[in-house]
């Protein structure tokens, strides 16, 4: 398992299960009482199958990013960056994780989740180690290990950044590598509330669809997570997995109806439910097995 080697603990300092990730600012931990015990038990009881839809939605819409302050500080954040239509997700991600604030942008039409720095040593990025859980994007997988790094070596001024990053979590060499995780399904769900689309086309067919920068193997691995012969669409530096068929269309139903997986939340349910009974008002798909 990748993140068991021995750098990202040897500088971890023991606190209960959920060891702090390098060094709390001072001036953070004289503002936030650090973690108590119970809080961190408390955020122990987190499910594995939400963080892990999680880390699909950050891998989706959200980033980590690493700024430089007007004094060279290194600021760190997580920012999942949503329609303004999904602030009932953001707010239930705040309600589970009780960390991090929420900010509306009416006129951009936008809704942010932003995790400080000193909640992700504590208790967000903790969390992900304790369940072996990373990310999966090759954009957001080496913006974490930047953060890890940075957070590790108590890195504290933006112009000491090196030009290279020890890669703590190594991706998966193939397709079957990503569909074999443990954590995949319920972090394709989080993906899906944020790149996925349940849609009826001009031509009344019935469709699934996942978008993003192009990723073969990860896209790969959707087909076989589908279990599909679909090929997926490559093109103008998106990769995309698109499925039609009543047999894929029944496979897409049963992984979010019927799998006991981390269910769909916020704007992405209420477009699923529309899909459902388009679904079964539909002479071709009406023979699908519903919820």
């Not at 903790?126 to 954009?139: Q, V």
Request: contains cysteine; positive net charge; charged residues 20%.
């Amino acid at each position: 398992e990748p993140l068991e080697n021995g750098f990202i603990y040897s500088n971890i300092v023991e606190l209960s299960l959920l060891p702090v990730i390098g060094t709390v600012n001072s001036k953070a931990a004289n503002k936030i009482k650090l973690r108590t015990e119970e809080e961190k038990l408390e955020a122990l009881k987190i499910s594995k199958s939400f963080l892990a839809m999680l880390v699909g939605l950050i891998d989706g819409d959200g980033y980590i990013a690493i700024t430089k302050t007007p004094k060279d500080y290194i600021r760190i954040d997580l920012v999942i960056s949503l329609d303004l239509r999904d602030l009932d997700l953001l707010n239930y991600i705040h309600s589970v994780l009780k960390v991090g604030r929420i900010n509306k942008y009416p006129k951009l039409n936008l809704v942010k989740l932003t995790i400080s720095r000193t909640d992700l040593q504590t208790i967000l990025f903790p969390l992900f180690i304790y369940h072996n859980l990373y990310f999966l994007t090759e954009t957001r997988r080496a913006q974490y290990d930047k953060v890890l790094f940075i957070l590790q070596s108590n890195l504290k001024k933006y112009s000491n950044l090196p030009g290279e990053f020890l890669v703590y979590n190594n991706l998966p060499v193939t397709a079957s590598g990503y569909s074999e995780l443990d954590f995949f399904k319920n972090w394709t769900v989080g993906f899906t509330m944020t790149e996925g689309s349940f849609l009826m086309k001009n031509n009344k067919d019935i469709c699934f669809s996942l978008k993003q920068r192009t990723h073969e193997l990860l896209f790969e691995a959707f087909r076989i997570l589908f279990d599909t012969k679909v090929k997926i669409n490559n093109f103008d530096g998106y990769s995309q997995f698109m499925v039609s068929s009543i047999k894929d269309i029944q496979t897409v139903v049963n992984f979010f109806s019927f799998s006991d997986l981390h269910p769909l939340v916020g704007y992405k349910l209420t477009q699923y439910e529309v899909w459902l009974n388009q679904i079964q008002e539909h002479p071709r798909y009406k023979n699908i097995n519903l919820p």
